[in-house]
């Protein structure tokens, strides 16, 4: 059984057009999945919100203790297993004497990114919209008024919505149709250089036209009166959540890993990529909310409504708006497309379906299941399904799959990925795939096998116990 499950993914992986060209390619897609729209505005705010440097600590100390060993499990489950995430894991699995039931979190995961995807690609709608009238229109002026009214017309449109909603879904659907190496891998080589380089220009933008003072001391200033236990904990959640470690992606994107490639340097390298480009939009962001004393609290309002308030008050603020609604897209369609290619390599393996049929199906599948949240916004703005529960009152289609994903699936992924590697797998498997020293192996093993499973489990039942189920 285990010789028929790796034949079958390799057949599936073989062509050359779906290998990277190279570590290169390979980092620049994985960074790529990393960073989303959380990025460029819930990790600023985040760390702003909850003690500054010393939430930076504990967001740091969640990575060495959730996020990597994670990302580096993933990663060695893929390329030793050659296929989609479900049948890497159960050919791991068969291959060291374990059940082969473990595949179910790469089922798991495979769900988890259809569901994220079919929501994701309506904000990502959101931002292309954004972007195409900010050039089109100029902002809608300095009044607050004006600006929120902009968004809840876009919000109120089910014609304008689903537009962008299909137009978004497309983008991401014909990078994928391409391949790895002609699809995802090229348009990551341009989508990554080019978001990188927005946020530069917009961060030299934004020091010299906002406040960096302000911005320093909300990032970074030590107010131990926001650090609670509450706050700590939210910390060592949040870069497994914006990363999405527990999804196994990178375990579909490991597939397509050639030897040559270090596993450790990618893991390394995406993690403080994602981390780097999170504190870059910081210092894009705030110094120009502070300047024009807005409120850096809004969530997504902070995009798509105090944003534009504030440009709008700054000179050249049209042409620095447009920058950063670009930089938001591109964001989301190198985060979206690792997604749409889970489901494609999961159906072209159990139907033998070609990438681009594969690629149309699972799009489309997608595309159709996001209109429960474009509804969501508009005609169903004032239905909330589990009305009756409390905590989740006034939760919409969207809140409830937003909560859905980001509470319970992906912890249960995590928890139950660290479990496989930690417990029923060898040591040998991480020292193989890895190239770990056997200390080192040892040393990810037991994150693996306790720490990683007893931090995403506070993480994640702390706020039920405070009566708090849509904390994230």
Known sequence: ?????????????????????????????????????????????????????????FYLIGLVLIVVPLMLAELAIGRRGQSDARTSIATVALAHGASRHWSAIGALGTAIAVLILSFYSVVGGWALAYAVDTAWL????????????????LLASLPRMAAYHTAFMAMTALIVWHGIAGGIETACKILMPALIALIVVLTVYSLIEGDVGATVRFLFALDPAKLTARSALEALGLGFFSIGVGMATMVTYAAYAGR???????????????????????????????????????????????????FAAVPFGTLAAAVFFILLLLAAIASAISMLEMPVALTRRVFGWSRPVATLVCASMCWIAGFAS????????????????????????????DHLTSNVML??????????????LPSRFLTEELRLSHTGAAILRALLRYVAPAAIAIVSLAPLAAGDSTAR
């Not at 059984?1 to 993914?9: A, F, H, I």
């Not at 990025?39 to 010393?54: A, D, L, Q, R």
């Not at 340097?265 to 300047?291: K, R």
């Open 374 to 401: 474009v509804l969501s916004f508009n005609l169903w703005a004032s239905w909330f399904p589990l009305a009756a529960f409390p905590s989740l009152a006034k939760a919409t289609i969207f809140d409830l799959l």
């Open 260 to 310: 040559d490639i270090n596993l450790r340097d990618a893991a390394l390298i995406t993690v403080l990529g994602d981390t780097a480009i999170s504190l870059l939009s910081g210092f894009a962001v705030f110094p120009i909310v502070f300047a024009n004393h807005l409120d850096p609290s809004s969530g997504p309002g902070l995009l798509f409504v105090t944003l534009p308030l504030a």
């Open 138 to 153: 100029g902002l809608p002026g300095a009044s607050a008024d004006l600006a929120q009214a902009r968004f809840d017309g």
């Open 1 to 57: 059984m285990y010789y028929e499950l790796r034949k079958q993914g390799t057949s599936a992986m073989a062509q050359d057009s779906e290998r990277w060209s190279g570590g290169a390619g390979f980092i620049l897609a994985t960074i790529g999945s990393a960073v989303g729209l959380g990025s460029v505005w819930k990790f600023p705010y985040e760390v702003g919100s909850n003690g500054g440097s010393v939430f930076v600590m």
């Open 411 to 424: 912890p249960i992924g995590g928890f139950a990925l660290a479990l496989f590697v930690g417990w029923a």
